[in-house]
Every structure is written in structure tokens, then in C-alpha cells.
């Protein structure tokens, strides 16, 4: 196949299914069936089936292939839908399941509420709690988001948006600051009408149109991951607030105190609260309070209708305690509220730990960093008295340690089970790197399903944090057995030749030669030196695979003697012929003093000069042998024994220099007559043992030297001239 066989084939993709070349038919099918047309040696295939298949012929019969599956994709589609009535979340218990479209196997859906991550799986169901709702779906064919679906939380306590004025009613103004219900949160987004304010994401919002606010969070405190507030009604209106005013003050001894509202007007109304309980059914304006508590009043118009007032505490007498004082813990590194509750906010306090005054700690409550014993005074015209102790406890952090209760390379399907110690009531957030993979209370067990660095968060009862280290989880897949080989499979005698397989972490192998197991052969890689079928069988925790099967052959090197054909020493301008072990199909190259000489490539030589000779064998097969040498000497010369030289070498050429690998050596010449001696050598002066080609009478061809230096010798019988070159790497 040119590529995966799995693509996007709305985007005009398809795959190039090849068959080898050179026979004389082909016949391509699908599921059995041949495809008509389909008779070339490749297929161009853009559409799903099973078992593409090809069948080849030639003069010795028909061979049918194994069968492909090919999967052609369409662009993802993503819309939500309840699998309930109203899909609506109850006290942050899962009522119904949202369900996105469908996109089959190897789809992966991630989970929003509102920009932020909730949920990613190959599932296509979620279990929400409250929030706006969307799902991005994603294949091999691109990304769709569906539109947002809108889970709203019905019953919780404490869940309405606050305001610094009445949002409707006499006296509600033009504008209104919004606060919701967690400040502490971590997400916001308000909503007019129920439609997204784009922008308003804060703890805060001011509103200035009349008409219906929301407000989405994240409610951690209550176990809820994400809560829609209660709807508030924003309705400005033109009449002045009712305002309770003590125009004589609100703390005394003794006596009474007078309360008054600041409307007044014909058939207005009033009701007066006493800790929001009626007291009186007097409709007046102005009250007496002549005992201690927290007083408003209702004031029905004719104009706008009914109006709260704000409240005012009175205090008479000693203060008073209205609240049991507990002990708290506080964890290392954080800091805790320590409140004292009285019947009234007008007294002055005074902190104190271990008996010592803290300066500056002169409200109702205290914050503190550290442990010890606390106690308040309270005091007000009358008397002062003081608080029982508050003990405050340091406790240690959670610590938790992931562990594994299973093979942390998880195999395809498989579930690797991670598990942390159980702290009672404490809430555990799991995540895989960035994203949230579970939360609950108790909930101290993950069974992880994909790859990724895992580590849990830990909030015990008392409010303290702590986090593990991470835990990473890889993947492993079943292995692949393929079988390369390095060069043609052939191994001449005394050589070896590298079988190599598919390498893989963790995996055993074990080869086979004529499937007799190879002892010791237990790496991906393996060198025979003997003939035979080969193959290899590899396996890891996920499964085991057995390779193809490649035959090596085995070859002799050839037979290399040579032979002096009559003596090795003679005078200037007689020789000797020196004869190699002939065979018809055996190439020969002959050598002087290590030297090659050029045009030297039959099965024998006849010598000239003095020196010492041999030659290199190599057989059909490419197995070569160097034989034997034999030393050539000529002790005697006259003075008429110069030859002419009829070129010069004087006028070599080298090319190119420097070079990358090839270097060429050109000698001109009018006449082949004379036997050239060339030789490399290094600049420490070492003769190079290279292969060089003759490419005619006067081109030789060297390559596959090293990076650097090279002195060229090229020599006749009568001089000797040197040329360097360079090769670059």
C-alpha cells in the first residue's frame, strides 16, 4: 500500500494498492468478487471494503494474495442529545446521560463545561452535572463540536446570586452589582435571558438591563464539579428605597431605643421583624426596642407594593454569646477562621493566644497561621466577658502514593488498576497530565485505560491537600515479525552475513535456522554464517509474531595458487609467466608490490620488472580469495635497456580535488605498450589497500577512501610521479 489504509476519502484521499511487476496478468477482487477493469499490476482504491486481493499469473500458474481491509472516512459530525425528560441535575446526583452522534470506532470525544475540560473517552455518553454542555469529536478526517446543551442543578442549598441592593421593588436602582452564590470558584460565566454575556467570567457581574441572571460555577465545597445558579430578577425602578434608621443609636444599659423608617405617606403600610419573626401589628412608622436582636421592617406602597427594609441590630445589657465555640484544625502552611458569634456587631474584641494579646485582632473573627489556644474579650458599654478557648490543632497533610495493581505497559483493551490509600470523607481528583480524568468523595481508586502521567490530588475532611507523585503509563502493541537482510543472501565461506528483525523494548527473541532454534540467538538482530531458511519468533507482554522465512546461500571461495612458469630471476628485458588456478567463470586482478596493475585481468601475468606479485580471485558467486605471492627479481641490467618513453606522465591529471568520494586518474599517452603501477598512499607514507576500476587505457576510477589526504603514485619503468588529493566526507 502507498500509504495507511485508513484515510480521509471526503477530502478526494485514496491508497495505491501494488502488486509485484512483470508477470503476465493480474486480477484484482474484493470480498471474492473481481473488479472489472482491474488488470494492472496496481489499484487505486478510495472506498471502504474487506479483502481487496490479487491475483497474478504467469507461464507456471496463478497465485492468489492474502486480503487488505481498507477504511475510507468522512468528516466527523457532533450534535448532543438527552437520553432523558429534562436532563436535569439534582443535588449533583446524575439523573440522565447526554449522548453525541456516533462516529464509530477510533473516535474520541472530550467533554466541556463551558471552556472547561471535564471528560475524554471513546465513549459517546457522558453523565453531566450542571453546566453548558459541549462535546468536540474527533477522527482521522478532522474535529466537530456539537452546540452547547444546558444541565441546570435545581435544589441546592445556598444557590442564590447576592446583590448590594434589592434587584426589584421601590428603590431598586439603575444598576446592580451581581455576586455569585461561590466566589471561591474557579470558573464563571453569567448569562442574560439565558444567553451567554460574552466576557463575563469573573465572580462579578453589573448588570444594567432589567431581565433574568444566571450565573454557571464550579461549586467544589458541595461536591458539585459545576452548578447553574437560581435565575434573579433585575427590575429597576424609580421610587426611593425604605431605609431603617436608630436615630439614638443601638446599644444601652437599660431604657428603650427608638426605630423608624424613612417613607412615610397616605394608605402606606408597615411590619416590623424582630430576628425575622412579627413583633408588633402596630402600622407606624417609628418603634420603640427596648430588648437585644437583629430588626427590619416591611413597607407595602400604594406606588411599587410590598419593600424589605435593610436590618439594624440592637444590643441591651451584657453582651451575649449566640453560638457554641468549637475547636478546629489547621493544616501545615495554611491558616483557618476562628469566629465567636455575639447579639450584636457593634462591640469591640480582642483576640488573645496562649494568654497573650495579638495586636491588630480586634474583630469578630481572627485569622490564623499557626496552632494554639485562642480566646476573644468582648465588650461593650456595660460590661466585657470573655470567650471559652478555641484549640487549634495542627494536623499533618495527606501524602498519597499511587500504586499499580497491575502492568503499568498496558496492551490494547487492557485496564491498568492504580490505587491510593482511603482517607473517610475526603475528595480525590485524578488526573492524567493536565486533565481531569475522575473526582469524587472516597474515591481512591482509577482503573486507567490509556497512556499518560497519572497523579491524584487529595483533600482530606479537614481541608488539607496533598498530591502524588506521578505514576506513568505506557502503551505496548502486539509485535510485528519482519525480516531484513543487509546485503544478497549469500555467505561465502569464512563470512557472515546480518539478518535483522523489528526491534522492540521488553521483548524476547528467539531465531530459528531450518526451524531448529538457533542457541543463544536471543537479540533483533542475528549473524548467520552458514546456508539455510531463517526466520525469528518475537514476543512481549501483548502477544508473539513469527517472521517471513529467508533462505541464505552458502558458497565456497574460489581456488587462488599461482604458478611461475619457468624462473623468477632473469635479466632486464626477459620474464616470467605466472599462472593462477584457471576456472571459466573466475575474474582476476593482479597485483605488484600491493599495488594494482592496470589492465592486469586474466588468468595469468607475464613479469618484467622485479617485485612481488599475486593476484585476487573472485568466483561467480562474488566470494573472492588472494593467493599466494611470488617474488620476481632481475639482477642484472645494461646500459641499453631504457626504454622510449612514449608519454609522459609529467602531464597526470587528477579530478575532482578535493572530492566527495569518486577520484579519477587520467594519464595521456599515445601508446598502451607500457605496464603503469598505481598506488594510494596516506601522508605517514602507508600504502592504502584500495579497489580501483580501469575505466579504459588511460582512466582509472577510485572510490569509498576515507575523509583526508591521499598521495597518488603512478609509475612506468623508468620514473616515478606523485600527485596528492583530498576527500571530503
Known amino acids: 500500500a502507498s500509504g495507511p489504509l485508513s484515510f480521509c476519502a471526503a477530502s478526494g484521499q485514496s491508497v495505491t494498492l501494488t502488486a509485484p511487476s512483470g508477470y503476465s496478468s493480474y486480477q484484482w477482487s474484493k470480498v471474492g468478487v473481481s473488479i472489472a477493469g482491474a488488470t494492472a499490476n496496481t489499484l487505486v482504491a478510495n472506498k471502504t471494503g474487506k479483502g481487496y486481493k490479487v491475483a497474478i499469473s504467469n507461464g507456471c500458474g496463478t497465485r492468489s494474495s492474502s486480503g487488505i481491509t481498507i ?77 452547547p446543551f444546558t444541565i441546570y442543578s435545581s435544589t441546592l442549598s445556598n444557590n442564590t446570586i447576592q446583590t448590594n441592593v434589592l434587584s426589584s421593588g421601590c428603590g431598586t436602582p439603575s444598576s446592580i452589582i451581581l455576586t455569585a452564590p461561590n466566589t471561591s470558584s474557579t470558573f464563571f460565566q453569567w448569562y442574560f435571558n439565558s444567553n451567554i454575556i460574552a466576557g463575563a467570567t469573573s465572580s462579578t457581574y453589573t448588570a444594567l438591563t432589567a431581565g433574568d441572571y444566571t450565573v454557571s460555577y464550579h ?298 532454534i538457533i542457541p543463544g540467538a536471543v537479540d533483533s538482530f542475528y549473524n548467520s554464517i552458514y546456508g539455510g531458511d531463517y526466520n525469528y519468533k518475537v514476543t512481549n507482554a501483548c502477544g508473539s509474531a513469527i517472521s517471513n522465512s529467508t533462505h541464505v546461500y552458502f558458497k565456497s571461495r574460489p581456488t587462488a595458487t599461482i604458478t611461475a612458469l619457468s624462473s623468477t630471476t632473469f635479466c632486464n628485458g626477459d620474464s616470467v609467466v605466472l599462472q593462477a588456478a584457471l576456472a571459466t567463470t573466475n575474474k582476476y586482478v593482479w597485483y605488484k608490490n600491493n599495488a594494482v596493475i592496470s589492465n592486469a585481468k586474466n588468468d595469468n601475468y607475464t613479469a618484467k620488472q622485479a617485485g612481488t606479485y599475486l593476484t585476487k580471485v573472485t568466483n561467480e558467486y562474488g566470494c573472492f580469495k588472494q593467493s599466494n605471492s611470488i617474488i620476481v627479481t632481475v639482477p642484472c641490467r645494461t646500459s641499453d635497456d631504457t626504454e622510449i618513453n612514449d608519454f609522459d606522465l609529467n602531464a597526470i591529471n587528477v579530478y575532482p580535488n578535493p572530492s566527495n568520494d569518486v577520484v579519477y586518474f587520467e594519464v595521456p599517452t599515445s601508446s598502451t605498450s607500457k605496464t603503469l603501477q598505481v598506488s594510494v598512499y596516506d601522508t605517514q607514507g602507508r600504502l592504502i589497500t584500495i579497489s580501483m576500476d580501469q575505466i579504459n587505457d588511460n582512466l582509472w576510477m577510485v572510490n569509498n577512501l576515507d575523509a583526508g589526504m591521499y598521495i597518488l603514485k603512478v609509475s612506468d619503468d623508468t620514473k616515478t610521479v606523485s600527485r596528492s588529493f583530498v576527500v571530503i566526507k
Open 219 to 516: 461549586n467544589y465545597s458541595s461536591n458539585c464539579f459545576s452548578t447553574m445558579s437560581q435565575n434573579l430578577q433585575f427590575r429597576p425602578s424609580v421610587d426611593s428605597l425604605a431605609i431603617l434608621s436608630a436615630p439614638s443609636g443601638t446599644n444601652t444599659c437599660t431604657g428603650t431605643l427608638p426605630l423608624t423608617v424613612n417613607v412615610s405617606g397616605a394608605g402606606y403600610n408597615y411590619k416590623w421583624y424582630k430576628d425575622n419573626n412579627i413583633i408588633s401589628s402596630a402600622n407606624t412608622q417609628t418603634i420603640q426596642v427596648s430588648s437585644s436582636g437583629t430588626f427590619k421592617c416591611e413597607v407595602n406602597r400604594p406606588s411599587c407594593g410590598y419593600q424589605t427594609t435593610n436590618s439594624i441590630s440592637f444590643n441591651f445589657g451584657n453582651p451575649i454569646f449566640t453560638t457554641p465555640i468549637v475547636n478546629i484544625n489547621i493544616c501545615p502552611g495554611g491558616s483557618k477562621n476562628i469566629y465567636i458569634y455575639t447579639n450584636s456587631t457593634f462591640y469591640t474584641y480582642q483576640w488573645k493566644l496562649n494568654g497573650a494579646i495579638i495586636s491588630g485582632a480586634n474583630a469578630y473573627n481572627y485569622n490564623t497561621i499557626q496552632p494554639g489556644t485562642f480566646t476573644c474579650e468582648v465588650s461593650n458599654a456595660c460590661s466585657t466577658i470573655t470567650s471559652t478557648p478555641i484549640v487549634v490543632t495542627q494536623v499533618a497533610l495527606p501524602i498519597p502514593v499511587i500504586s499499580a495493581l497491575g502492568n503499568t505497559s498496558l496492551c490494547p483493551g487492557q485496564i491498568c488498576a492504580l490505587s491510593t490509600s482511603l482517607i473517610s470523607g475526603s475528595n480525590y481528583y485524578w488526573k492524567n497530565g493536565t486533565s481531569y480524568a475522575s473526582y469524587g468523595t472516597n474515591l481512591n481508586n482509577y482503573n486507567a485505560t490509556s497512556l499518560g502521567s497519572y497523579t491524584v490530588t487529595v483533600t482530606d475532611p479537614n481541608g488539607c491537600t496533598g498530591i502524588s507523585a506521578p505514576l506513568v503509563i505506557t502503551s505496548t502493541s502486539v509485535p510485528i515479525a519482519s525480516l531484513f537482510v543487509t546485503d544478497y543472501p549469500l555467505i561465502c565461506y569464512g563470512s557472515q552475513l546480518l539478518l535483522k528483525g523489528a526491534s522492540y523494548i521488553n521483548a524476547n527473541y528467539v531465531w530459528y535456522l531450518n526451524n531448529i
Open 71 to 147: 477504511i475510507a472516512n468522512n468528516p466527523p459530525t457532533c450534535s448532543i442529545s438527552c437520553s432523558g425528560s429534562d436532563c436535569t441535575v439534582h443535588d449533583c446526583h446524575q439523573s440522565d446521560n447526554l449522548i453525541a452522534t456516533n462516529n464509530g470506532l477510533g473516535t474520541t470525544y472530550k467533554w466541556y463545561n463551558g471552556s472547561f475540560f471535564v471528560q475524554s473517552s471513546s465513549s459517546n455518553t457522558y453523565s453531566p452535572n450542571a453546566g453548558i454542555i459541549t462535546c468536540k469529536v474527533t477522527t482521522g478526517c478532522g474535529t466537530a463540536t456539537s452546540a
